[in-house]
């Protein structure tokens, strides 16, 4: 029986003056994991926050905190987000100098590592890290901000990432960022990816609650539309 698939809200698109209200309304919901965007207007061309927001999510919900480091010198910050209250750590593929010690780095502090890929970024990239990975993470959109437009040649990176996952570490998660909604979520589901996440999809919708429970009922084999 396949592990069914997770949601991720990304809290960027949360309300920052209301951001305990948030934090508890997706610790609520159907929501798997939180997803926090990490961005130092280095890296990405924005600024979103860093470690205190990180503190902020962990006091008020156990959910598992996935952090997505958009930043230079990643490596640099493991064991500050460690500290935080990250659960998981994702680090981008085209920013570390030495990506498997950083990775083991990762590892030892008990954390789950990923790496992500930018969508001009080959696949092949990843290859050589792969047995040593928790998760991939196929960026969907430009990093540096929400609310994008999906880009549609990711579903094809996405299918030969399954390829690749399966052939070397089937127990990797796929997660895929940017752009995801309810309306799209069942062919990104169906191209191979299990953890979803999503930003202006969920805060943006008149009733967030229902927009990841109908994230979480999507299904690959839904059919389309
Ligand atoms: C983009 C971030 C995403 C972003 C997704 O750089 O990595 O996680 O919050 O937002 P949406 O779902 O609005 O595209
Ligand atoms: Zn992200």
Request: proline share 7%; charged share 20%; net charge negative.
């Amino acid at each position: 029986m396949p592990e069914p698939h997770l949601v991720a809200p990304s809290i960027l698109s949360a309300d920052f003056g209301f951001l305990a209200r948030d934090v508890r309304m997706v610790d609520a919901s159907d929501a798997d994991w939180f997803h926090i965007d990490v961005m130092d207007g280095v890296y990405v061309p924005n600024i979103s926050f860093g470690l205190p927001i990180v503190e902020a999510v962990a006091r008020h919900s156990d959910k598992f905190r996935d952090v997505h480091l958009m930043t230079s010198r990643p490596e640099a910050f493991v064991e500050a987000f460690h500290k935080a209250g990250a659960h998981g750590l994702t680090v981008h593929v085209e920013v570390v100098q030495h990506l498997h010690a950083c990775i083991q780095h990762i590892k030892r502090l008990g954390m789950k590592a990923g790496v992500a890929l930018n969508p001009g970024t080959a696949l092949s990239a990843v290859e050589a890290i792969l047995p040593d990975l928790d998760l991939v993470l196929i960026m969907s959109v430009n990093p540096g901000f929400g609310g994008q437009a999906f880009i549609p040649g990711s579903l094809e990176r996405i299918r030969r990432m399954r390829h690749m996952i399966d052939a070397v570490n089937p127990g990797i998660r796929l997660q895929v960022d940017g752009g995801i909604k309810p309306g799209n979520a069942g062919e990104v589901l169906r191209a191979g990816a299990d953890v979803l996440v999503s930003g202006s999809g969920v805060f943006g919708a008149a009733d967030p609650v229902a927009a990841i429970a109908s994230l979480k009922r999507e299904s690959p084999h839904t059919l389309p539309a």
